[in-house]
């Protein structure tokens, strides 16, 4: 069953679809950089030792992002 | 660190971009590229100018440029920011754009990484838009190898229509072709045919409403308007009307796009925007994309989305993983050095380990260098006296110039060419970003920037060099933290001092073997210090005057690669750690004859050196210090290497530094002024926390544009560290412990 669910939420190891970004300006503009577009793919990898940031892999690069960043973007998840 | 010539000090005050042709034969190219993806690389491979390298995004964050001569041709090489994209999404994106589009360079080369190679053609796909003088360059092919990555160059070449390059610039494997290709594409020898894209129907609409207009309005300015020199030579050579670019130019009109049209006025000398037609067209474009259900936010989601896919495809074409978990040895590496855990005690373990090397590793030469450079003073006093030269002359020449000299050099060189190696290993290596990430979470709380601890890694080298890289930092606010508490990180120059004090007065208390264990753990506590200093003033600076909320932000953490090992050793020795040399010993010099002079000439019964230091004196006892000592750092303003020369220089009577063979002769020197371990101790947290040298003061100035942050990047620290020493000197005195 698909859930969507905000980026932060996905579990260490698991991959998930973009589905949505929620935030704009500036920070929406970062987010498209990276080459999240809809339905771009994204892993979760590792969280640093307190917990935030996380590093996803998005296409093939690996990104931190804090969970602030990482909640406003939606993703569909198995 | 990033401690070369660059950066050092020379280099960062010299940010402004100017190119100069020597002849008018002379190609100028940019080189452009994704951060981390070996730039530098290609860039020194080809010039032979040592501009720093380091596996970590953000680099060069200032425009570098060098030269090499290929045939019969000399070619200017300008590297730019590293970027991933031309959107202008950052200074560092502004800058890079505005140079391949008004900088009229006569080829760009875009450097990309084979190991993530669709991402980079991201950058690639834009920068098409703007200029068709273009060679892609893939580099890091061994790398790509190793992942078993395989990539069809002859293919990628057919897609973009542009010459393709392989390359791995690290063995500078490639680099003749890529040579090549730059001439050949410079002197019109080959026929480029660069890919033209659309973007959807809507947008395609959209532009179709501004382009024809751009290019009547353009073409009118440039029959009717007084141009300036540069954009005549813009428009002359076709670089503005062109169709390409023109197409490019309206749609970045309907986004919207402010920087492009500042960029405009000033590289071009007019405001579009004046124009109330084109201001009408771009309206309507406007008007029509929102009829059709497409705002501001949708509109720069398709342009980037038809780029993204774009890549997605040519890189699907061109692109074979022959090992799908080629990354897997990198999240191995990962989640241990940044596992909950291991993380922060392996990163205070790595640091504590290049300490204790640079410590253990410095005495021996230290020693050597003390007694050849001593030995050679007993020949030059006999040469002076052989010159007759009048004794006063000799010494001061001698006694305050030379011995001064030596302190810097015998004291500083050696731990800088064990420390900077071992740091720069680190920093090849690709751990530094893991230092950001395990980081972030203090600077998330203290509502500063992750990327502060990359600036804090270069203040270790060089706080000018870490206060230019601040502009990683897009947020104003968030790059003014982190420059104002840079200088919380002590640098090079301060290191020796603080070696020193730890080794005399510390590590002389335990036998042996363990002194240099106690001498690292000291010196990791003052470190830590620092940065927990920087955390505390960082917070401080945030809820005060420079309120706000952390910024968003994205870290790259780039795959690990192998150090080469023999180009560190090189670089370390010949061009950082000779170079810091060089300006310490430049500044010590003038310091050493002033210091010498103020030492011997006498009012009354005190020198002019006591009675600046009498007059300190109640002052600097409050903070655990004597009025001497803070003379030494008021007097080591131009640079920090030289407060111990300075100190033990006023403490002989005869007004010239001893021949301190051995640490013990200091100790007795210190200890018979009436030094004790909370003088020791308030000086190394004086060393640590007071006001930044003459060149970080410079260039906290050149980079802020402001008198004011100077003044306060000046004040904060050195408020820090006289309330931290004066708590410090209360408390343990009311306790009686000394």
Same mark, same amino acid.
């Given at each position: 069953?698909?859930?969507?669910?905000?980026?932060?939420?996905?579990?260490?190891?698991?991959?998930?679809?973009?589905?949505?970004?929620?935030?704009? #300006?500036?920070?929406?503009?970062?987010?498209?950089?990276? #080459?999240?577009?809809?339905?771009?793919?994204?892993?979760?990898?590792?969280?640093?030792?307190?917990?935030?940031?996380?590093?996803?892999?998005?296409?093939?690069?690996?990104?931190?992002?804090?969970?602030?960043?990482?909640?406003?973007?939606?993703?569909?998840?198995? | 660190?990033?401690?070369?010539?660059?950066?050092?000090?020379?280099?960062?005050?010299?940010?402004?971009?100017?190119?100069?042709?020597?002849?008018?034969?002379?190609?100028?190219?940019?080189?452009?590229?994704?951060?981390?993806?070996?730039?530098?690389?290609? $860039?020194?491979?080809?010039?032979?100018?040592?501009?720093?390298?380091?596996?970590?995004?953000?680099?060069?964050?200032?425009?570098?440029?060098?030269?090499? =001569?290929?045939?019969?041709?000399?070619?200017?090489?300008?590297?730019?920011?590293?970027?991933?994209?031309?959107?202008?999404?950052?200074?560092?994106?502004?800058?890079?754009?505005?140079?391949?589009?008004?900088?009229?360079?006569?080829?760009?080369?875009?450097?990309?990484?084979?190991?993530?190679?669709?991402?980079?053609?991201?950058?690639?796909?834009?920068?098409?838009?703007?200029?068709?003088?273009?060679?892609?360059?893939?580099?890091?092919?061994?790398?790509?190898?190793?992942?078993?990555?395989?990539?069809?160059?002859?293919?990628?070449?057919?897609?973009? /229509?542009?010459?393709?390059?392989?390359?791995?610039?690290?063995? @500078?494997?490639?680099?003749?072709?890529?040579?090549?290709?730059?001439?050949?594409?410079?002197?019109?020898?080959?026929?480029?045919?660069?890919?033209?894209?659309?973007?959807?129907?809507?947008?395609?609409?959209?532009?179709?409403?501004?382009?024809?207009?751009?290019?009547?309005?353009?073409?009118?300015?440039?029959?009717?308007?007084?141009?300036?020199?540069? @954009?005549?030579?813009?428009?002359?050579?076709?670089?503005?009307?062109?169709?390409?670019?023109?197409?490019?130019?309206?749609?970045?009109?309907?986004?919207?796009?402010?920087?492009?049209?500042?960029?405009?006025?000033?590289?071009?000398?007019?405001?579009?925007?004046?124009?109330?037609?084109?201001?009408?067209?771009?309206?309507?474009?406007?008007?029509?994309?929102?009829?059709? /259900?497409?705002?501001?936010?949708?509109?720069?989601?398709?342009?980037?989305?038809?780029?993204?896919?774009?890549?997605?495809?040519?890189?699907?074409?061109?692109?074979?993983?022959?090992?799908?978990?080629?990354?897997?040895?990198?999240?191995?590496?990962?989640?241990?050095?940044?596992?909950?855990?291991?993380?922060?005690?392996?990163?205070?373990?790595?640091?504590?380990?290049?300490?204790?090397?640079?410590?253990?590793?410095?005495?021996?030469?230290?020693?050597?260098?003390?007694?050849?450079?001593?030995?050679?003073?007993?020949?030059?006093?006999?040469?002076?006296?052989?010159?007759?030269?009048?004794?006063?002359?000799?010494?001061?020449?001698?006694?305050?110039?030379?011995?001064?000299?030596?302190?810097?050099?015998?004291?500083?060189?050696?731990?800088?060419?064990? $420390?900077?190696?071992?740091?720069?290993?680190?920093?090849?290596?690709?751990?530094?970003?893991?230092?950001?990430?395990?980081?972030? @979470?203090?600077?998330?709380?203290?509502?500063?920037?992750?990327?502060?601890?990359?600036?804090?890694?270069?203040?270790?080298?060089?706080?000018?060099?870490?206060?230019?890289?601040?502009?990683?930092?897009?947020?104003?606010?968030?790059?003014?933290?982190?420059?104002? !508490?840079?200088?919380?990180?002590?640098?090079?120059?301060?290191?020796?001092?603080?070696?020193?004090?730890?080794?005399?007065?510390?590590?002389?208390?335990?036998?042996?073997?363990?002194?240099?264990?106690?001498?690292?753990?000291?010196?990791?506590?003052?470190?830590?210090?620092?940065?927990?200093?920087?955390?505390?003033?960082?917070?401080?600076?945030?809820?005060?005057?420079?309120?706000?909320?952390?910024?968003?932000?994205?870290?790259?953490?780039?795959?690990?690669?192998?150090?080469?090992?023999?180009?560190?050793?090189?670089?370390?020795?010949?061009?950082?750690?000779?170079?810091?040399?060089?300006?310490?010993?430049?500044?010590?010099?003038?310091?050493?004859?002033?210091?010498?002079?103020?030492?011997?000439?006498?009012?009354?019964?005190?020198?002019?050196?006591?009675?600046?230091?009498?007059?300190?004196?109640?002052?600097?006892?409050?903070?655990?210090?004597? /009025?001497?000592?803070?003379?030494?750092?008021?007097?080591?303003?131009?640079?920090?290497? =030289?407060?111990?020369?300075?100190?033990?220089?006023?403490?002989?009577?005869?007004?010239?530094?001893?021949?301190?063979?051995?640490?013990?002769?200091?100790?007795?020197?210190?200890?018979?002024?009436?030094?004790?371990?909370?003088?020791?101790?308030?000086?190394?947290?004086?060393?640590?926390?007071?006001?930044?040298?003459? !060149?970080?003061?410079?260039?906290?100035?050149?980079?802020?544009?402001?008198?004011?942050?100077?003044?306060?990047?000046?004040?904060?620290?050195? =408020?820090?560290?006289?309330?931290?020493?004066?708590?410090?000197?209360?408390?343990?005195?009311?306790?009686?412990?000394?």
């Amino acid at each position: 069953m698909e859930i969507i669910i905000p980026l932060n939420n996905l579990p260490l190891g698991k991959k998930a679809k973009v589905c949505e970004l929620k935030s704009s #300006g500036i920070m929406r503009r970062r987010m498209l950089d990276l #080459g999240l577009i809809l339905d771009t793919e994204v892993e979760a990898l590792q969280k640093s030792p307190s917990g935030d940031p996380t590093a996803y892999n998005i296409r093939g690069a690996v990104i931190a992002l804090r969970s602030e960043e990482a909640g406003n973007i939606l993703v569909r998840a198995n | 660190m990033g401690l070369t010539n660059q950066s050092t000090g020379a280099g960062v005050l010299e940010s402004e971009l100017k190119i100069e042709r020597i002849s008018p034969n002379d190609k100028v190219i940019a080189l452009a590229g994704n951060p981390n993806v070996g730039k530098s690389t290609v $860039f020194n491979s080809l010039t032979g100018l040592n501009q720093h390298t380091g596996n970590w995004p953000g680099k060069t964050v200032t425009n570098a440029q060098g030269s090499y =001569i290929h045939k019969d041709r000399n070619f200017i090489l300008v590297d730019i920011p590293g970027t991933y994209s031309l959107m202008a999404n950052s200074v560092e994106e502004e800058v890079a754009r505005d140079f391949v589009c008004f900088g009229n360079p006569d080829a760009t080369i875009i450097v990309t990484d084979a190991t993530c190679l669709e991402r980079n053609l991201n950058l690639v796909l834009q920068t098409l838009e703007i200029t068709k003088n273009l060679i892609v360059c893939v580099n890091l092919l061994d790398e790509a190898k190793r992942k078993k990555i395989h990539i069809n160059l002859k293919e990628l070449s057919n897609r973009l /229509g542009v010459p393709v390059v392989g390359t791995n610039a690290r063995s @500078s494997k490639g680099l003749k072709e890529l040579m090549d290709a730059v001439y050949d594409i410079t002197s019109n020898k080959i026929q480029i045919n660069p890919m033209r894209f659309n973007y959807d129907d809507l947008i395609e609409e959209a532009i179709k409403i501004v382009e024809p207009n751009l290019v009547k309005i353009l073409t009118e300015v440039h029959r009717n308007t007084l141009l300036n020199e540069a @954009s005549i030579d813009l428009f002359s050579k076709n670089v503005i009307i062109d169709t390409q670019r023109i197409r490019w130019i309206s749609l970045k009109l309907i986004d919207g796009d402010k920087t492009l049209l500042k960029a405009m006025e000033k590289y071009l000398g007019f405001d579009l925007m004046e124009n109330q037609n084109l201001l009408i067209y771009i309206e309507n474009a406007r008007r029509f994309l929102s009829k059709n /259900g497409v705002d501001h936010d949708q509109l720069r989601d398709r342009i980037v989305s038809c780029i993204v896919k774009l890549a997605e495809e040519i890189s699907r074409d061109t692109v074979t993983f022959h090992n799908e978990k080629y990354n897997s040895m990198d999240r191995k590496i990962d989640s241990v050095l940044t596992s909950k855990i291991f993380g922060i005690p392996i990163m205070i373990g790595l640091l504590g380990v290049i300490f204790w090397l640079t410590i253990t590793g410095a005495n021996y030469p230290s020693e050597i260098i003390a007694t050849l450079l001593f030995g050679i003073e007993r020949h030059l006093t006999d040469f002076f006296i052989w010159a007759e030269t009048p004794q006063w002359v000799c010494d001061l020449l001698v006694m305050g110039i030379y011995r001064t000299l030596v302190w810097v050099v015998s004291v500083m060189l050696p731990p800088m060419a064990i $420390f900077f190696p071992l740091f720069t290993f680190l920093e090849d290596l690709g751990y530094l970003p893991r230092v950001a990430f395990n980081l972030d @979470s203090f600077f998330k709380r203290a509502c500063a920037h992750g990327k502060q601890a990359l600036t804090m890694c270069m203040g270790f080298g060089c706080n000018a060099a870490g206060i230019v890289g601040c502009r990683i930092i897009d947020s104003p606010r968030e790059r003014l933290i982190a420059i104002i !508490t840079n200088n919380f990180v002590p640098c090079n120059g301060r290191f020796p001092t603080l070696i020193a004090i730890i080794t005399i007065f510390f590590a002389g208390m335990v036998p042996g073997t363990l002194k240099s264990i106690v001498s690292t753990l000291a010196l990791l506590i003052v470190i830590i210090l620092g940065v927990v200093m920087t955390f505390l003033i960082s917070n401080i600076l945030s809820k005060t005057i420079l309120k706000g909320l952390p910024s968003s932000f994205t870290l790259e953490l780039p795959p690990y690669r192998k150090p080469q090992i023999g180009r560190i050793i090189i670089r370390s020795i010949f061009d950082r750690t000779l170079f810091v040399l060089g300006r310490a010993i430049a500044v010590a010099a003038p310091a050493g004859l002033i210091i010498w002079i103020m030492a011997n000439v006498h009012v009354g019964a005190l020198s002019l050196l006591d009675h600046c230091a009498v007059f300190l004196q109640p002052f600097a006892h409050l903070a655990g210090l004597d /009025g001497y000592i803070l003379m030494a750092f008021i007097l080591s303003f131009p640079a920090n290497e =030289i407060v111990i020369p300075i100190i033990i220089m006023s403490y002989m009577a005869t007004g010239n530094i001893l021949e301190l063979d051995s640490l013990n002769e200091l100790r007795d020197l210190l200890l018979s002024h009436g030094w004790t371990w909370l003088t020791a101790v308030c000086v190394m947290l004086f060393s640590l926390m007071h006001f930044p040298c003459g !060149t970080t003061c410079w260039t906290i100035k050149k980079e802020t544009q402001s008198l004011k942050w100077t003044i306060i990047s000046f004040l904060i620290p050195t =408020i820090t560290g006289i309330v931290i020493c004066f708590i410090t000197a209360s408390v343990v005195r009311l306790l009686g412990l000394v």
